[in-house]
């Protein structure tokens, strides 16, 4: 059985972060949530791309925009839609959520959905917490339990066409 099961380790990455001013109140705090994740497991700063985009509806495109370029091992999405605050909260929301699972399926690159949905802003603000609690560090975590996860799969089925399996701590031949 062959299993993948990523460290949460950053080594060589490159991370680009899109981020909405909308809300921006609680986007600071995850923006804030997701350097400190990403740095926090290993990350360099200079291996960090910043966006910032009008609002959460933007954020697909200026992701798909970074894709593009394959400069990036993942992209981080970030923002926060407040239900209290907007009449068209699921437009919104839906539109985000839809066109980061799209960029990410096309490009076949962790997209991560860090866009906070909430019914107050109350509740948005308890969930852009001093780390835990902070869904820009979880973003972080997940970009890089992703990333991980993509080279292990690469790895792995480069080596199952050639026999030899790589592990951490060897090289295992299959016969
Ligand atoms: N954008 C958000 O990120 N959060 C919101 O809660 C929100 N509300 O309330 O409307 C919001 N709207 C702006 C939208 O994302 C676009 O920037 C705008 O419609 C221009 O395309």
């Given at each position: 059985m062959h299993i993948i099961s990523a460290q949460l380790i950053s080594v060589r990455?490159?991370?680009?972060?899109?981020?909405?001013?909308?809300?921006?109140?609680?986007?600071?705090?995850?923006?804030e949530g997701a350097k400190d994740g990403l740095l926090r497991h290993g990350m360099d700063e200079s291996d960090i791309t910043l966006v910032w985009v009008p609002g959460a509806f933007e954020l697909p495109v200026a992701a798909q925009k970074l894709a593009?370029?394959?400069?990036?091992?993942?992209?981080?999405?970030?923002?926060?839609?407040?239900?209290?605050?907007?009449?068209?909260?699921?437009?919104?929301?839906?539109?985000?959520?839809?066109?980061?699972?799209?960029?990410?399926?096309?490009?076949?690159?962790?997209?991560?959905?860090g866009v906070?949905?909430?019914?107050?802003?109350?509740?948005?603000?308890?969930r852009a917490g001093i780390r835990v609690g902070n869904k820009g560090?979880?973003?972080?975590?997940?970009?890089?339990?992703?990333?991980?996860?993509?080279?292990?799969?690469?790895?792995?089925?480069?080596?199952?066409?050639?026999g030899y399996v790589q592990n951490k701590a060897s090289m295992v031949h299959h016969l």
């Amino acid at each position: 059985m062959h299993i993948i099961s990523a460290q949460l380790i950053s080594v060589r990455k490159k991370v680009a972060i899109v981020v909405s001013r909308f809300n921006d109140f609680v986007t600071v705090k995850l923006l804030e949530g997701a350097k400190d994740g990403l740095l926090r497991h290993g990350m360099d700063e200079s291996d960090i791309t910043l966006v910032w985009v009008p609002g959460a509806f933007e954020l697909p495109v200026a992701a798909q925009k970074l894709a593009e370029t394959k400069k990036f091992d993942a992209i981080i999405c970030l923002g926060a839609v407040i239900r209290g605050s907007t009449p068209h909260f699921d437009f919104v929301a839906n539109e985000a959520a839809k066109g980061i699972s799209h960029v990410g399926l096309k490009y076949g690159l962790p997209v991560i959905f860090g866009v906070i949905t909430t019914n107050t802003v109350e509740q948005a603000i308890e969930r852009a917490g001093i780390r835990v609690g902070n869904k820009g560090w979880e973003s972080a975590v997940a970009a890089i339990e992703m990333m991980n996860v993509m080279t292990e799969i690469e790895q792995q089925s480069a080596s199952q066409k050639t026999g030899y399996v790589q592990n951490k701590a060897s090289m295992v031949h299959h016969l």
